[in-house]
């Protein structure tokens, strides 16, 4: 069975930094494409980042820069890390299985329960 277990999120200010993890059950990270989504209250889902099976990673425009993937294969985790946040990064972070893009229109059908970021001073 499938299972993504996110944390990290929390309130931080303008400018903070934060680390979210992403312990998977089910299947092995690194041999697998995975992505993180959000969603920010209000509005629909939104494609963050993928990192594919192959090893490449692609980010979105919004975050290009500031956000990194990153894979721990001996824990079978997933992070991401973000620098330089905005209150416009605030919303539920998902990880989720299989590679996403710009096109997102719904939650991924295999994702993490979420973790909440709030940016704000």
């Known amino acids: 069975e499938v299972q993504l277990q996110a944390s990290g999120g929390g309130l931080v200010q303008p400018g903070g930094s934060l680390n979210l993890s992403c312990v998977a059950s089910?299947?092995?990270?690194?041999?697998?494409?995975m992505s993180w989504v959000r969603q920010a209250p209000g509005k629909p889902p939104e494609w963050v980042s993928v990192f594919n099976s192959g090893g490449s990673t692609a980010y979105a425009d919004p975050v290009k820069d500031r956000f990194t993937m990153s894979k721990d294969n001996a824990k079978n985790t997933l992070n991401l890390q973000m620098n330089r946040l905005k209150p416009d990064d605030t919303a539920v972070y998902y990880c989720a299985l299989g590679s996403y893009g710009p096109t997102l229109a719904v939650l991924p059908k295999f994702r993490g329960q979420g973790t909440l970021v709030t940016v704000s001073s």
């Open positions: 089910g299947f092995t990270v690194a041999s697998r494409a």
